[in-house]
């Protein structure tokens, strides 16, 4: 894993930090490889309930891509291919599809590739400080699409082109108006929301967390349930954890699921 990715698993949450405070958080490319990793290896993690993805520091979660390597990592378009499509979109994939629930915690600057890492979260907490967008026609490059199809999937095609037209900043207001966040915080807030909200989820039966997340993604997809798959909803009837909940729900106590 990359040193400027840092992972903390404690009581079920894994805590995973962009970790480049010089750069304001800017990722790079071995960050990106990092991130990939970090990811795979909580969801791969029975014990672990829930993610929570920050920066280092407060002054930002992520100011985008680290662009002073872009010279030598995107410097042919073979280069920014494997830029693109290995690198950044491993990284976005691995977060997307975690089987695991994510939590975006954001203080400070959410920009470009932030942006991206931050829409491909379940959940997005930010401070009313924080600022959102993707400045890039300012630099003269555009988006990738594999990376714009992220954000159209998250706020639509008239919320991303004014993004990427204007390259406006958004404050935290406007985004959580936009549809980019799931809720505002005060600054010094962020990370408690976000521990309280991983709190819940972990208090919650593990399997039927993984099961929203399948559930919601496959009913994204468009086509009609088959009979299999309307049979497969049902599975939750054959684990210890429905017992226990509705054992726990019968005599008014507080469920202990296992995940089982």
């Known amino acids: 894993m990359d040193s400027n990715i840092s992972l903390d698993c404690a009581e079920g949450v894994a805590t995973i930090a962009l970790n480049n405070p010089a750069k304001l958080n800017a990722v790079n490319a071995a960050m990106?490889?990092?991130l990939s990793a970090a990811i795979r290896?909580?969801?791969?993690?029975p014990s672990i309930r829930c993610v929570i993805l920050r920066g280092a520091g407060d002054e930002a979660?992520?100011?985008g891509g680290d662009i002073e390597e872009f010279l030598?990592?995107?410097a042919t378009v073979d280069d920014a291919l494997h830029y693109h499509e290995e690198l950044v979109a491993g990284a976005l994939e691995a977060v997307r599809n975690c089987a695991v629930p994510t939590v975006a915690a954001i203080r400070g600057a959410c920009i470009g590739g932030g942006l991206e890492i931050a829409g491909c979260c379940d959940?997005?907490?930010a401070g009313e400080s924080s600022r959102f967008g993707a400045p890039i026609n300012r630099l003269g490059f555009s988006m990738y699409p594999g990376e714009m199809a992220g954000l159209l999937a998250l706020v639509g095609p008239a919320v991303v082109l004014e993004i990427l037209l204007e390259g406006r900043i958004l404050n935290a207001r406007e985004a959580l108006q936009k549809g980019l966040l799931s809720r505002v915080v005060d600054d010094g807030k962020v990370f408690d929301e976000a521990a309280a909200c991983a709190a819940r989820i972990c208090a919650g039966a593990p399997l039927v967390a993984r099961w929203h997340k399948q559930w919601?993604?496959?009913?994204m997809g468009?086509?009609?349930?088959?009979?299999a798959e309307k049979r497969q909803a049902f599975d939750?009837?054959?684990?210890d954890d429905y017992r226990e909940g509705l054992d726990a729900f019968l005599n008014k106590r507080t469920p202990r699921f296992t995940g089982r």
Do not use: N, Q
């Open 222 to 227: 468009g086509s009609p349930l088959s009979a």
């Open 61 to 63: 979660f992520a100011a």
């Open 32 to 34: 990106w490889r990092g």
């Open 236 to 239: 939750f009837l054959a684990t």
């Open 72 to 74: 030598t990592v995107r």
């Open 216 to 219: 919601v993604k496959r009913l």
């Open 123 to 125: 959940i997005r907490i």
């Open 41 to 45: 290896r909580v969801a791969d993690d």
